[in-house]
């Protein structure tokens, strides 16, 4: 069964299981003992921590081995807003951040800080410029992903580093989705990665700190990894993921021009054998294993099961796959349809049969879910049209308050009204999305008793 979901979790690469298994009689002991088995403990992890900086582009003494990328991000996000709290309490990242990362955010918001999201384009790419201003006198940090988990987008994360430099403005970077497929962005203060998401074994992340960076660990203070990361290392895990490392390193380049051509496939191929089908992410400046795509009047959820019954395992930032029924905070900030989302992350070894029957698959069953759900497969003008309409979808998910509008809005004539009462808030993203696709006019969302009132304007 195809694996297409490594931006997730890569499977676990083959020199990942070796070294592990060998860690496990090795690396046993406490390293922080003197005794034989302690030596030779401390021996496997500092070799590892030489194999990962070095991988990383940095010294040995300044990466840290954390219990995984999340904590890597809170710890970096934490110890550097502390390090730097007499320069002020304002922090900046982009809208489009992993969620931990928005919910450092939050959490120094409501400790008393502040902080500023700054918007992306339509590809999922923030500006720098939009970036350095705003960067101001009381910033303490600035985080910026290296290349989006969603939908593989790369950040212009060197010129950001400029504008942070030149405002003395320390940059914390993201790389757990792009340290797998080559050198780490330059410019960069602290760095965070993850290694389940280069094919290292879960649990493990890295933080790498810059010195001469501030710096003031939070919590109760700890003997180990110099008082970074708390807890006894898991020294086999951290040798696997640190040799796993080495090896995606090595093979990437070669690998990443393979996948890139098959997603550049999938790319050109999905719009043309699905109709209302929109592929999202910058088609160049982007991860080389990664695409996403959104298609009309789809339940994202089912169509997930429908290909995993097709033999496919592929994820989605559909709100209608999210237990909070919310979209995508990453497909919100793009201002692209978040219904039907599904993203497909090729893992390495990732053959042209399997990407040719993933697009034999595609569309019977999406065009089996769109049967199911009642979806209209062309708009037909109505002769006596009324000059508006009011569409009563509230208490309705995703995606049924957009197929509802798609509908009737042939009822109406050119230039009548659709009001489509949802109180969905995915409806407040993809009606407008829905518009820009098939050329409509999104007038605007009015209050209601309940909900919201969304109101579309029939242009064609």
């Known amino acids: ?36 088995e302690g030596r030779r403990a401390r021996l496997l992890l500092d070799a590892a921590r030489e194999a990962a900086a ?21 710890s970096g996000i934490s110890g550097a807003l502390a390090g730097r709290r007499r320069v002020g309490r304002h922090l900046v990242v982009s809208a489009v951040e992993h969620s931990s990362v928005l919910h450092s955010a939050a959490a120094h918001e409501s400790g008393g800080g502040s902080f500023t999201e700054v918007p992306v384009d339509g590809t999922g790419a923030v500006s720098a410029q939009a970036f350095a ?121 070669a690998e ?10 999938i790319r050109t191929r999905v719009p043309a054998l699905v109709p209302d089908v929109e592929v999202v992410g910058d088609p160049v400046r982007r991860l080389p294993h990664l695409v996403t795509f959104s298609c009309l009047y789809v339940d994202g959820e089912t169509l997930l099961h429908e290909l995993d019954r097709a033999g496919f395992s592929v994820s989605s930032g559909s709100s209608c796959t999210s237990s909070t029924l919310t979209p995508s905070h990453v497909l919100k900030a793009m201002g692209v349809l978040s219904e039907g989302n599904v993203r497909v992350s090729l893992p390495a070894g990732t053959s042209d049969e399997e990407v040719d029957r993933f697009l034999e698959a595609l569309p019977p069953a999406v065009a089996g879910v769109r049967e199911k759900l009642g979806a209209p497969s062309a708009t037909v003008p109505s002769p006596a049209a009324a000059p508006s309409l009011v569409v009563d979808a509230l208490g309705r998910r995703c995606p049924i308050p957009v197929i509802e509008l798609a509908k009737v809005i042939g009822e109406v004539p050119v230039g009548g009204t659709v009001t489509v009462l949802s109180d969905d808030e995915a409806a407040r993203l993809d009606i407008p999305a829905w518009c820009a696709m098939r050329e409509q006019e999104y007038v605007g969302e009015e209050p209601a008793d309940r909900g919201s009132a969304y109101v579309v304007r029939r242009l064609s």
């Open 133 to 253: 201003r705003a960067l101001r006198e009381d910033t303490a940090l600035a985080c910026l992903q290296s290349a989006n988990h969603e939908v593989g987008t790369e950040q212009p994360v060197a010129e950001v580093a400029e504008f942070c430099r030149a405002a003395g403005v320390p940059l914390l970077v993201d790389a757990a989705q792009s340290l797998g497929w080559g050198p780490a962005p330059t410019g960069w203060s602290l760095l965070t990665g993850s290694a389940h998401k280069w094919g290292g074994p879960a649990g493990v992340g890295l933080l790498a700190v810059r010195k001469g960076v501030r710096f003031a660990v939070q919590g109760p203070a700890d003997e180990r990894e110099s008082g970074r990361a708390v807890g006894f290392e898991d020294i086999p895990a951290i040798v696997a993921a640190a040799a796993s490392l080495r090896a995606v390193r090595a093979e990437a380049a």
């Open 256 to 265: 990443s021009v393979r996948l890139r051509a098959l997603v550049d496939r």
């Open 1 to 36: 069964m195809p694996y297409f979901d490594a931006a997730s979790a890569a499977p676990l690469h083959p020199v990942a299981r070796q070294a592990l298994l060998a860690a496990l009689d090795e690396g046993w002991a406490d390293p922080a003992r003197l005794h034989r």
């Open 54 to 74: 070095e991988a990383v582009g940095c010294r040995p003494d300044e990466l840290t081995f954390t219990s995984s990328g999340t904590r890597a991000v809170h």
